[in-house]
């Protein structure tokens, strides 16, 4: 069974940081594309960061390219976001996300954690 599962998340003031962990089970790790995505109160979820397979690629939301971090450990089966300088804007639920072929599938799907909140306030 295909299993991500966030932790990390919590209150912090403005210019914190914090570090989110995805842990993933259930399927061969090292062949899927992660992610981070996010979703505040009464907006769409958005993508955060990503990273390819290998970890050799990422690509961030203009939003916070400078202050997050998105890394992995294959061996691991884990993916991580590092947040620096946290602002306001950046309070949403945040969920790991996974891009490849699930065990038995022929095709690829998204698979999401169940979330993690993250709360900036003074």
């Known amino acids: 069974q295909v299993q991500l599962v966030e932790t990390g998340g919590g209150l912090v003031q403005p210019g914190g940081s914090l570090r989110l962990s995805c842990a993933a089970s259930?399927?061969?790790?090292?062949?899927?594309?992660m992610s981070w995505y996010r979703q505040a109160p009464g907006k769409e979820r958005e993508l955060v960061a990503r990273?390819?397979?290998?970890?050799?690629?990422?690509n961030y939301a203009d939003s916070v390219k400078g202050r997050f971090t998105i890394s992995r450990d294959n061996a691991k089966n884990t993916v991580y976001l590092v947040m620096n300088s946290l602002k306001l804007e950046d309070t949403a639920v945040y969920y790991c996300?996974?891009?490849?072929?699930?065990?038995?599938?022929?095709?690829?799907?998204?698979?999401w954690g169940q979330g993690t909140q993250v709360t900036v306030s003074s």
């Open positions: 259930g399927f061969t790790f090292s062949t899927y594309a």
């Open positions: 990273i390819s397979s290998t970890g050799s690629m990422t």
């Open positions: 996300n996974g891009f490849g072929k699930p065990p038995g599938s022929y095709y690829a799907q998204n698979s």
